[in-house]
């Protein structure tokens, strides 16, 4: 059953503290990546990761950093987390890089993420 | 830069009712288009796409046709039922890009009525 997972669902933390947001995916897709969905702006991107340690900036990449270590498993971090900040996050992942097929993302459930 | 319209933000039907959503695009060239769709509670997913002008895509009973002309890729329905009840999005692959950016539009909620 083709998946893309993220822990947590659901995240409450504090200005100024650190974030760690997990996705993984069991599709053995190359290209993964993270979007914030705000009401009334639809989805933003953040980052893009073709592949392991090989990461682009999306639309939104200020505040935000990547990690991806293992083709499966994409991290995002926010480094002293500030309230504009919270957001709904999510990761997707798709195949075939360079074909029309890529633009078929596959999404995990989200992230909800509140920052106080 | 490349970019979708969603004219409305939100639509309420009665079940049965017809469906129209519009959406506009602006890029050069035969960009991708795609619309996908948000259930409450879980991520986008893809509902269907068209790659060159005067292409139909459909799914689950929905349907859109790529109109160069026009720079229109309006998503319908005939008769919805209210599972259809979801946040739709439509989408534009960035051309300039190999690694499937999609530019989305802001979305639309569509509500329906029993």
Known sequence: DMKVTQMPRYLIKRMGENVLLECGQDMSHETMYWYRQDPGLGL?????????DSNSEGDIPKGYRVSR???EHFSLILDSAKTNQTSVYFCASSLSIGTVS???QYFGPGTRLTVL | GDSVT???GQVALSEEDFLTIHCNYSASGYPALFWYVQYPGEGPQFLFRASRDKEKGSSRGFEATYDKGTTSFHLRKASVQESDSAVYYCALGDRGSALGRLHFGAGTQLIVIP
């Open chain 1, 44 to 52: 933003q991107l953040i980052y893009i990761s073709y592949d392991v």
């Open chain 1, 69 to 71: 270590k293992k083709r």
């Open chain 1, 102 to 104: 890529s633009y078929e």
């Open chain 2, 6 to 8: 969603q004219t409305e």
